[in-house]
């Protein structure tokens, strides 16, 4: 089964509308993170929030918001005000505390439209 | 502001050639990755390195590749005999003992 599952190969969005990008995860792990991370046209990864499984608020990082409803095992993205910069792919990440590795999905090719 | 620096950002080989890709992880870090993506794929997990030996690998990571932190401040990987297919962006990645990793802009592989 994968561990991260990203719906939305790609998604549209006017510029200064706000935006949501989907993740779901699978663990039986009751301790892990769940991250997200921009990749531009330029090709860097840029780490963008954090949440853990634990903690009792949504992260919240400038612009960004992750929408965590664990019983459900979801992790969205919700970009506010969105901008012409935003234009990028987005992927979702995870991280069980009982290991090292982080789980990657597929990604998420968001376009900002002026 | 610290970060991960990778070299170099381009390398282009002939299959069967050896090639080693270098990396100068954040300097407190303590965990160390490298990770592989192939043209508009996602991002694939190799390795992961702490305290001076693989920590976990994936099965991607065959005896072709290996890992070497060679003095304290460079990560390198090898590829020993490269194929067609070892054609990626390998990225490499470090973290503290906090949770988010911090990744390098990335050495583009091309094998021809």
């Known amino acids: 089964a994968q561990k991260i599952t990203q719906t939305q190969p790609g998604m549209f969005v006017q510029e200064k509308e706000a935006v949501t990008l989907d993740c779901t995860y699978d663990t039986s792990d009751p301790s892990y993170g769940l991250f997200w991370y921009k990749q531009p046209s330029s090709g860097e990864m840029i780490f963008l929030i954090y949440q853990g499984s634990y903690d009792q608020q949504n992260a919240t990082e400038g612009r960004y918001s992750l929408n965590f409803q664990k019983a459900r095992k979801s992790a969205n993205l919700v970009i506010s005000a969105s901008q012409l910069g935003d234009s990028a792919m987005y992927f979702c990440?995870?991280?069980?505390?009982?290991?090292?590795?982080?789980?990657f999905g597929t990604g998420t090719s968001l376009t900002v439209i002026p | 502001e610290p970060e991960v620096t990778q070299t170099p950002s381009h390398q282009v080989t002939q299959m069967g050639q050896e090639v080693i890709l270098r990396c100068v992880p954040i300097?407190?870090?303590?965990?160390f990755y490298w990770y592989r993506q192939i043209l508009g794929q996602k991002v694939e997990f190799l390795v992961s390195?702490?305290?001076?030996?693989?920590?976990?690998k994936s099965e991607i990571f065959d005896d072709q590749f290996s890992v070497e932190r060679p003095d304290g401040s460079n990560f390198t990987l090898k590829i020993r005999s490269t194929k067609l297919e070892d054609s990626a962006m390998y990225f490499c990645a470090s973290r503290d003992t906090r949770y988010e990793q911090y990744f390098g802009p990335g050495t583009r592989l091309t094998v021809t």
């Open positions: 390195f702490y305290n001076n030996e693989i920590s976990e």
């Open positions: 990440a995870m991280r069980e505390d009982t290991g090292n590795q982080f789980y």
């Open positions: 300097s407190n870090h303590l965990y």
